[in-house]
C-alpha cells in the first residue's frame, strides 16, 4: 500500500507567519505610543510684553502675597486678597497657612519707570463654580513705594474641590503719548474645598446650632431649678431652727 506525502516539513511556515504579525503589531504599538499626547491650553489668558520696550531702570523689588480661605461652608462667601508692596525684608518666596487662611508669596522686580510712565496694575479672578465679585478685570495706579490691593468675594455654588486662577499684570502708559505696553506679572492658582454640615447650608447650619444653644440651655435649666429649690428649702429651714 503506498502511503501518503508527510506534511511536517511545511509545519515551520506556521512559526514564521506568526513571528511576522507579531513584529507587525509591536511596531503599531510602538507608533502609538511614541506621539504624543495633546497638551491642553492652559485657562485665562497670557499676554506677552507688547508695544515699545520700557527703557532701562533700577528695578524695585515688590512683594506679592496671595491670601484665599481653605475652606467655605455652602451659602457662606468669603475674601480672596491680593497684595503688592514693597519688598523691605527681602523674603524668599513662600507658602503658608495663617488662621485657616492660606497664603502666598513671591517677590517681583518691577522696572522702576514711574517718571516716564504712569504704570496701571491689572488683576482678575478666574474660578469655576463660584460666584465671583467683581467678575471683570479690575485696575488701579501704582505709585513708588506705595502698597496696591485687591479684593474679591467668592461665594461657591456646590460642594466640592473648586480651582481657580488669579492673573495680575501690568500695564506701561508713557507720559508723552507713546505707545503703551503691558506684560503678565503673574498667574497664581488657588484651591478651595466648599463643604456643607449634614446637606445644610451655612445659614441653615448656624439656625441650627442656636436651636440646639436654645434647647442646651432649658436642659440646663431643668437641673438648675430642683438644685435651687433645695439650696432655699435649706436655707428656710435653717433660719426657721
Known amino acids: 500500500m503506498r502511503s501518503s506525502p508527510t506534511v511536517y516539513p511545511r509545519l515551520w511556515l506556521v512559526p514564521s507567519v506568526l513571528i511576522l504579525v507579531s513584529l507587525a503589531c509591536m511596531s503599531g504599538a510602538a507608533d502609538l505610543v511614541?506621539?504624543?499626547a495633546p497638551t491642553e491650553e492652559p485657562a485665562g489668558e497670557v499676554l506677552e510684553n507688547s508695544g515699545t520696550e520700557l527703557p532701562s531702570a533700577i528695578p524695585e523689588m515688590r512683594r506679592l502675597v496671595l491670601e484665599w480661605p481653605g475652606v467655605i461652608?455652602?451659602?457662606?462667601?468669603?475674601?480672596?486678597?491680593?497684595?503688592l508692596e514693597i519688598d523691605k525684608d527681602g523674603l524668599p518666596t513662600s507658602t503658608a497657612v495663617f488662621l485657616g487662611n492660606e497664603l502666598s508669596s513671591e517677590r517681583f522686580e518691577i522696572p522702576n519707570v514711574y517718571e516716564t510712565h504712569n504704570i496701571l496694575a491689572e488683576a482678575r479672578l478666574e474660578?469655576?463654580?463660584?460666584?465671583?465679585?467683581?467678575?471683570?478685570?479690575?485696575?488701579?495706579?501704582?505709585?513708588?513705594?506705595?502698597?496696591?490691593?485687591f479684593i474679591w468675594?467668592?461665594?461657591?455654588?456646590?460642594?466640592?474641590?473648586?480651582?481657580g486662577t488669579m492673573w495680575l499684570y501690568l500695564r506701561f502708559i508713557p507720559k508723552d503719548g507713546g505707545q503703551e505696553?503691558?506684560?503678565?506679572?503673574?498667574?497664581?492658582?488657588i484651591e478651595v474645598r466648599a463643604a456643607n454640615l449634614l446637606g445644610l447650608s451655612g445659614t441653615s447650619a448656624r439656625l441650627l446650632g442656636i436651636?440646639?444653644?436654645?434647647?442646651?440651655?432649658?436642659l440646663?435649666?431643668?437641673?438648675?431649678?430642683?438644685?435651687?429649690?433645695?439650696l432655699l428649702r435649706r436655707l428656710f429651714a435653717r433660719s426657721n431652727g
Open 181 to 189: 505696553s503691558k506684560s503678565t506679572l503673574a498667574a497664581k492658582t
Open 220 to 230: 440646663g435649666l431643668d437641673n438648675l431649678l430642683p438644685w435651687g429649690w433645695k
Open 34 to 36: 511614541g506621539e504624543p
Open 127 to 149: 474660578m469655576a463654580g463660584v460666584k465671583v465679585a467683581p467678575a471683570d478685570l479690575v485696575s488701579q495706579p501704582m505709585q513708588p513705594g506705595d502698597r496696591v490691593e
Open 211 to 218: 436651636a440646639g444653644m436654645v434647647v442646651g440651655s432649658f
Open 153 to 163: 468675594s467668592v461665594k461657591p455654588e456646590g460642594v466640592g474641590t473648586l480651582r
Open 73 to 83: 461652608r455652602i451659602g457662606d462667601s468669603d475674601l480672596v486678597r491680593l497684595v
